[in-house]
């Protein structure tokens, strides 16, 4: 399997009005074709930075300054031409976050926020696209497709929420998914369920997966591969089960030792 | 569905409320309308006579409710001064500040709008700081003032139009129309800035949110985000105020027929109030309540259509 | 045998949608059990479940609709989940710590500046913190400042909403061991509201489940987390696993 | 948007100068307002008369002055009224809630949803007009849109933690009401102060420009306005001056308010 996604010395910063603040510095990694591969870290370790940076979502606010190289399929989306990462967006990379509600918008049907990347990116015809999200609404185990359609964001329940969220990202069939703490908002027994959907996801549709989250035990069940990211660096990298039993870093030994768990009591 | 039964419902609720508030109000002013109504020729015994006419021994529920009745007949009584139905003296009087109103109403649309999107679109640039700055000024200009200066500019430098030169539209509509478009502009400029503001500053908001970059993540065009997502969030604040700014025209026209000599019913009103004339005052505030009202009403009605979340 | 400081029965609590027709839910159903002095127990629940609800109704922020609800403490106080809404925005962290013993009125000035310099101390933030704003503060620091408002106001009851839900890992680990020392040095009586097992598991003597309103189990920690008997416990168990 | 800092620089320089000439228009005058000048009518401006001379030949700068008092005055009357009115009925509401607040909050939508000039016009008919009845009649009206205001950011606060807090260590409602909760409505509050205070300006200039609002001999911006429009094309300065000094307090305010908007702390 080859790489799908190259990234290259990424360093993110924050120009302010006489400050500027490196929020990530010089990270580098790749995501090979049809893997799971998880970026755990704490608030302030710049992963959904880095996940926007991939996305392409970074870029239109000027305070940000990009420097390296995101290669996607040999492309490198830092210096391509606007239309061109476009392109990628939504068609090829997709992206599911954190909050359901705020990430959909609240005065659009279901039905037309599903299907707006096939719109944009595609000559389906309106009947065309109904049928393609209703089919990615079953993908994501939601019952009564037709219905919830011509629903709003609002009258769904968090949950549900987050399988729009997903069927609306996989309605194009992406190479790559990135989801950023995509469980997080949501209760364990239905974080559960989420999960497994990525997983299922990702086998039947062969879509590469980056998964990042502040939950090392996510990761640890979900991800072949993992990322640990401190305070705007990669600080571990490696097969998962590597990383859980044997950390290099002594953050990461830290981190995990204060996983709570069964065994260990304050 | 229920929610708009409901709204229609509070709609002719708060209007009799008003209604009910302004009788009470002229119930309780000191001196007798009948006293009033004659004048130096009042001898007791006329006065008595015409108490008795008027219905003025009854109790105040009863005559507000025969008042009620009568109004919406069309009756709304008779003027003291003009000593002819109320009816007559206004009916003519409500084309003029109704399409003065209408016409500023559009004026404040189709320049808030626009702006509000460009400078929103463009924010922080040269020409967004500039517009924002005359804006800020603009905002800062009584309508009346603005009407003075349009006069002095447009009426009596440059002549485009004679001051005072009123034409009613009964016999030029043209000529009428024309001479509304200063007193009109005069009202909508102000409010017009505080629109374009009050836009701008909801777009900007909007787009920070999250569903944005959503938007963006699904490879959409800043056009296609604005467009197709930001601007039906971005409305809803702006349709609340429009409709305040519905009921400030009807308050700015008041004093703007006053500037350009415009008989309507400002005009009427302003005069009636010196003159102490109260049937045909209570017979406007009642008729403007019912049009700041509906226009409340009809804002809601919108907000409901564009924005499902809206439950009462 | 330690007394018991909080006892309820068989209570309910309603919501009450008031429209044309009155829709009634019930948020709280049928809920008995006692909590013992030093005792801390953990109410486990997924959100929806009527947790938080039961909370208020406790502390009387909600009326209760049936049954029998009884405080054996003048002052119970709680820690909330969102450590941002907690705190008053307008008041320095030195004025926060201060009111509760402004409002007992048995201070001097002097005293009540005293105090809150050593509790400052032992919840383990600087002194220069009595000068910040909330806004200044971390989530965790936050918290800190919470379990010092319920230790100043004297209480021996605390509940615990969501205390760490809201923070990084690392700085739960802190925050669930500040919790656990100031429990020990007071003989403090905690109900410790969440939504993770293992949270719970940690700091806990005994566990309740909650669903749907009602508390389906309610064991002491090791033998829940041994034997758990109802299915609900047993799948919130087995969440951790894929 | 502009450097915040030239903002308020300029801002409370606009406010200096003119509050400096309302108290000029209170103390001390280059002339006496009223005094009437034969032989000065309609000079333009120069270095004697600033801003000219009206019909009269009374001299316009001195007038402007006065009627720029008589304005601070009633309009910051006018907030205080409200604003106090406002307040109080607004905190009880707002955090008793209950079926007073149900009928106090539908008798303020009737108010509120009515251009306050029109309201005003209503209670002068009925009043007659005159400096203080436009005060009190104004007060009045602005009464319901602070008690809205009020209310909604009280209804707003009482559901944060810290007022649950509060409550837990047994402080009572008037300590939580104007202790804990008030200050953190501050900010919303004194921009809807300056908001009020250009709503009170713009009614009072617009009634005494109808003549229905200050009386003389009591000096009046609106008045000077509705006087000159009579002689526009010989004066226009006549009527110029006290149109911009009212567009400049405006403006000054609305820039205040936006400061202050800014300056938003809470949470």
Known sequence: MGNLLEVKSLSITFEG????????RNVSFSVMEG?????????????????LAIAGLLNRHGAVSLEGEILFQGKNLLTCKREELRRYQGNDISMVFQEPMSSLNPVMKIGRQIEESIKIHGTLSKKERKEKAIWAMECVELENPEKIYHRYPHELSGGMRQRVMIAASLISNPRLMIADEPTTALDVSIQHQILKLFQKINRENHTAILFISHDLSLIYHLCGRALVMYEGSLIEEGNTKEIFYHPRHSYTKNLIACIPTYEKKV | MKYIIKKIFFFILTLLIVVFLTFLAFQIIPGDPAVSLLGTEGTPLKVAALREEMGLNKPVGERFLTWVLNF??????????YQIPVSELITDKIPVTF??????????????????????KHAGSRLDRLIMTVNQVTMAIPPFFLGIILTYLFGLVLKWFVPGGYISYSDDFFGFFTYLIFPAIAIAFPKSAMVVKLFRGS?????????????YSRGNTINGVLYGHVLKNAILPVITFLAVVFADIIAGSIIIEQVFGIPGL??????????????VVQAIIVCIAFVVLGSNLLADILLKVLDPRIKL | MADTILKLENVSVYFEKKGWKTIRTEAVNQVSFQIKEGETVGLVGESGCGKTTLSKAILGFVRHGEGDIQLKTPNPQMIFQDPFSSLNPSKKIGWILEEPLRLSGKYTKEDRKNKVREMLQKIGLEQKYAHRYPRELSGGQRQRVSIGIALLSG???????EPVSALDVTVQAQILKLLKEVQKEYNMTILFISHDLKVVYQICDRVMVMKNGRIIEDKKTEELFQNPEHPYTKLLLNMDTL | MKKPEYHIVFTVVLLGVLTFLALMGFIHTPYDPDAMNGLEKFAAPDLHHIFGTDHFGRDVFSRVCKGLGTTFFVAVTTVMIGALGGTVIGALTGYFG???DEIIMRFNDVVASFPSVLLAMVFISILGPGKYNVIFALGIIFIPSYARMVRSEFIKQKNFDYVKSAKLMKAGSFRIMFLHIFPNTTSVFMSSLAIGFNNAVLAEAGMSYLGIGVQPPDASLGRMLSESQAYLFTAPWFAIFPGIVIILMILGFSMLGDILQQKNGGI
Not at chain 2, 72 to 81: A, H, P, T, V
Request: charged fraction near 20%; include cysteine.
């Open chain 4, 98 to 100: 209950g079926i007073l």
């Open chain 1, 35 to 51: 893997e799971i591969l998880g970026i755990a870290g704490e608030s302030g370790s710049g992963k959904t930075l880095t996940a």
């Open chain 2, 99 to 120: 399409l003065l109103t209408m016409l500023s109403f559009a004026f404040i649309i189709c320049m808030g709008i626009p702006l509000g999107i460009y400078t929103s």
């Open chain 2, 203 to 215: 777009i900007i908001e909007e787009a920070k949110k999250d569903y944005v970059r959503t938007a």
């Open chain 2, 72 to 81: 919406m007949k069309g009756d709304m009584g008779i003027s003291y001064s």
């Open chain 3, 155 to 161: 209480s021996k009851f605390i509940i615990a909403d």
């Open chain 2, 266 to 279: 400002g005009r009427m009103l302003i005069t009636s109030i010196q003159n102490r004339d109260y049937p």
């Open chain 1, 17 to 24: 009005n006489q400050a500027r603040e490196k929020v990530v």
